[in-house]
């Protein structure tokens, strides 16, 4: 199971942290990403973290302002997202895969979703 945390309502240029945390075996050791989606719009891929934590994928729309971490002690991840603009608002969810061992940008290959934590960037 995972649960995320940490969405809010942000002004643009603000930054927020998001937190995902697993129970059971959806965090370690296994492939991680945060996915977005905004109103009217489908699942968009936001960015992905390897299971050791070393390799990263970011969709170009968020690459330099958003930060994917984990701690696979705690069973937490992380997306540290700065610089935020207004079309970043959505619902972020996060994901985990058992299935794969490197950074994805296919919804289809994960297995495991939280139920998702709403962003706001407005002034």
């Known amino acids: 199971q995972l649960v995320e945390s940490g969405g809010g309502l942000v002004q643009p240029g603000g930054s927020l942290r998001l937190s995902c945390v697993a129970s059971?075996?959806?965090?370690?050791?296994?492939?991680m990403a945060w996915f977005r989606q905004a109103p009217g719009k489908g699942r968009q891929f936001v960015g992905s973290?390897?299971?050791?934590?070393?390799?990263?994928l970011y969709a170009d729309s968020v690459k330099g302002r958003f930060t994917i971490s984990r701690d696979n002690g705690k069973m937490i991840a992380y997306l540290q997202m700065n610089n935020l603009r207004p079309e970043d608002t959505g619902v972020y969810y996060c994901t985990s895969s058992g299935g794969i061992w490197d950074p994805s940008p296919n919804a289809n290959e994960y297995d495991y979703w939280g139920q998702g934590t709403q962003v706001t960037v407005s002034s």
């Open positions: 973290l390897d299971h050791s934590g070393s390799k990263t």
């Open positions: 059971g075996s959806g965090v370690s050791p296994s492939t």
